[in-house]
């Protein structure tokens, strides 16, 4: 099966919301895709965590006040974000958006 392609990208309140090319419509929270971001800088810093965090898991300690500034395609398969605090280096691919999303 081909990977669902994002057709529509907006805000509703704080959340970003994709519509997907199947229909689906999925919904991110700010600190969520901050937390689990995937950049080398958060994966080290999940390594360095005492106790050391997995590497696919959330980052603790992300501020609740923090947003979107900036979603930014990368090639066809992939967003850069950039967020309130300053952090712009993940590069967040469609296949884990679809995966993460919650329904909107």
């Not at 689906?24 to 005492?50: D, F, I, K, T, W």
């Not at 979107?68 to 469609?94: C, M, Q, W």
Request: charged share 20%; with cysteine.
């Amino acid at each position: 099966m081909t990977q669902p392609r994002p057709l529509e990208l907006g805000l509703e309140g704080n959340d970003l919301i994709i519509t997907w090319s199947d229909g689906r419509r999925s919904r991110y929270a700010p600190q969520r895709l901050r937390a689990v971001c995937p950049c080398a800088g958060c994966n080290e810093a999940r390594r360095h965590a005492v106790p050391p965090v997995p590497l696919d898991s959330p980052l603790p300690d992300i501020p609740q006040t923090v947003a979107f500034r900036t979603v930014e395609p990368v090639g066809n398969y992939a967003y850069k974000i950039g967020f309130s605090d300053g952090h712009d280096t993940g590069i967040y691919t469609l296949d884990k958006l679809y995966q993460w999303g919650e329904p909107a």
